[in-house]
Every structure is written in C-alpha cells, then in structure tokens.
C-alpha cells in the first residue's frame, strides 16, 4: 500500500497527490477531470470515466472446432454474466444450423442481447438494455410472484390433473432463470463498475446479497418444476383426501414462509425474519408427518407423493435461507 499524507491549502482544502505510475499508466495530464467516488465503506474511489456507463466490453467464440450446441449456449450464458455487451459467434465454415438454434435460444432466454448482425458464417449479438434500467428491486419482486404462482398452481395440478396448466408451470421456470441470469449480470457489472452501483442507489454489499437471494428463488422454482412434474404421476382419483388437505395446508404454509422472507427483505425488518426461520422447523415436522402417513399409500402414489413433500419442505427451507440472508445485511444497522 502507498501511503501518502494529507495537506492542507488555502487553510480549507485537503490535498493528496496521485501515484506518478498510476496517473502515467492512466495518462493523466495537467489539468485533466477525474471523478472522485464516494464509496459507502468510506474508501475513495478516483476514476477518469466520468460517463458512469459500463464498459463495453467484447466476446467472440469460434465455433469451427465446437460440435456441441449446448456447450455454446453455456458459452453465451456464461459471457452474458460476466457483463460482455457484445458477443460474436464466427466459424471458418458455413455455420449449422443447430449453432444457429443454440443462439436464437440464448437470445430468447436471456434479457437484453439481440441478434443485429447475421452472415453465412458469423452473428452478432448485442445488448440493447442499460443495466440501470433495471432495478434489482423489481426483479427480485418479478421473480417472487412467478415462483409462488408456481407453487398454488402446481397444487392445483395435483388437485384437478390439469396437464395445461402442468406445462404452463414448468414453462414459467425460464422466466425465473431470465430474470436470475439478469441479476447475475448486473451485480457482475456493478462490481467492476463501482459509479453505477452509485447510479442505481445500491451499496455493494446489497447487491451482493440481492443475488443471493436471486439464486436462492430461482432454485425454489426448480422444486416448483419437481413438484408438478411428480402431480402429474399421482392417479388424482386415488388420492386419500387427508392426504390432499394435509398436502395443501404444507403448500400454504411453505408459501407463507416464502412471503415473509420476502416482505422482511423489502422491509428491512431483521426481527420479521427471525420469527420467519423459526417457522421452518414447524413446516418440517409437519412434513415428516406427512411422509409417515405416505406410507399406508400403494407405491405408485407414496413415491410421488414423497416428491412432492420433499420439495414443499425444501421450498420453506430455501425460504428460511433468505431470511438468514436479510439478518446477515441487515445486523450492523438494526442491532
């Protein structure tokens, strides 16, 4: 670390002097603007962009030597979290067209990046949205209402059959990955771009924690997917009715937890989310009542059955996690 000591001029203005190979190496010059940002650790930051734009930043991947379609959209997943605004798909050849399915796919699957230049051999994809444009606020609140629908119509699906609305469900978990991998992207983005942390009104250490949380939803809406896939298995008919209510009341009550991990993040409330994880491990037991009860079942119905309990509880605990994660941002300011 250089240390440098602070003066005093004109008997009100503290100065410090800049690095001579840091100010060489940025090419800073007499005269010259940089903009000082105030970070909410108190550290200091001196930059010579004073747009607070993101960087726009470049990927291109040659696919001549790459035969597998799904690891290109890995590929592309992977460069779009990581905050590349422009990527290329190029080949020495004509490209096939399952690489060219693999990247309609990621650009329907992904929010911002659009197809602006296609040829024979190469396509261009850019991205067309301003991260600021995008609070993680609402997304977080998007991602919140789509995965407890999920949820009450999975139950509904195991209530009536419904195969529509068991595939509707499971179609909603790529809105939920979208709207993750958006996240994703933007705290990548804010964490090598410090101005538009400033920009968006979000300290560091929040979206930090708002991805956690991003992450921990979008996993709730995979057992979502499980627990409609494992309905449509069940013969509705043979259901013991108990069963279904007790099925029902876990479903609420997983899904109670799930709100009030959410209204104690929005709200800031650190004693709200104690009371919620104590909640969990009411909904555990009550779970494992209902596997015990499974048992009396025929295979084919204890097994999916078994499932779907599974995945009601992993919900709550999931659920439990975010709450764990509003205390753990919100301990040094409300305690």
Not at 51 to 77: C, G, H, K, M, W
Not at 248 to 271: G, V
């Amino acid at each position: 670390m250089d240390i440098r000591k602070v003066q005093i001029t004109g008997g009100s203005s503290f100065v410090i002097t800049l690095p001579k190979e840091w100010a060489e190496q940025q090419g800073v010059k007499k005269n010259d603007p940089l903009g000082l940002v105030a970070q909410p650790d108190g550290t200091l930051l001196v930059t010579r962009d004073l747009s607070e734009t993101p960087a726009q930043r470049s990927r291109t991947f040659d696919v001549t030597s790459i035969n597998d379609p799904t690891f290109l959209f890995r590929l592309l997943i992977g460069s779009y979290i990581a905050g590349y605004t422009t990527i290329g798909v190029t080949s020495k050849t004509r490209l096939p067209a399952s690489i060219r399915m693999a990247v309609r796919d990621f650009s329907q699957m992904t929010i911002g990046p659009e197809v602006v230049e296609e040829t024979d051999t190469s396509i261009l994809l850019k991205d067309l949205l301003n991260p600021a444009e995008m609070p993680f606020e609402n997304t977080i609140r998007r991602m919140y209402v789509i995965v407890k629908n999920m949820y009450m119509d999975a139950l509904a699906v195991l209530e009536t059959g419904n195969a529509a609305l068991a595939r509707d469900v499971v179609a909603r978990d790529n809105d939920v990955d979208r709207l993750h991998w958006l996240v994703a992207r933007q705290t990548n983005i804010i964490l090598k771009n410090a101005s538009l942390s400033r920009k968006m009104g979000v300290a560091s250490s929040v979206v930090v924690n708002t991805y956690i949380i991003s992450r921990i939803i979008e996993r709730i809406g995979d057992h979502a997917v499980h627990f409609v896939e494992e309905a449509g298995r069940v013969p509705r008919e043979r259901i013991d009715p108990e069963c279904l209510a007790s099925i029902r009341a876990a479903t609420q009550h997983s899904m109670s937890i799930f709100d009030r991990s959410i209204f104690s993040f929005f709200k800031a409330d650190i004693r709200e989310a104690h009371a919620n994880i104590e909640q969990v491990k009411v909904l555990e037991d009550e779970c494992n009542i209902i596997f015990s009860n499974s048992l009396d079942e025929t295979p084919e119905i204890t097994v999916p059955l078994r499932y779907i309990v599974a995945s009601i509880r992993r919900a709550g605990e999931y659920a439990g996690d975010i709450s764990e994660n509003v205390i753990n941002l919100l301990v040094e300011e409300k305690v």
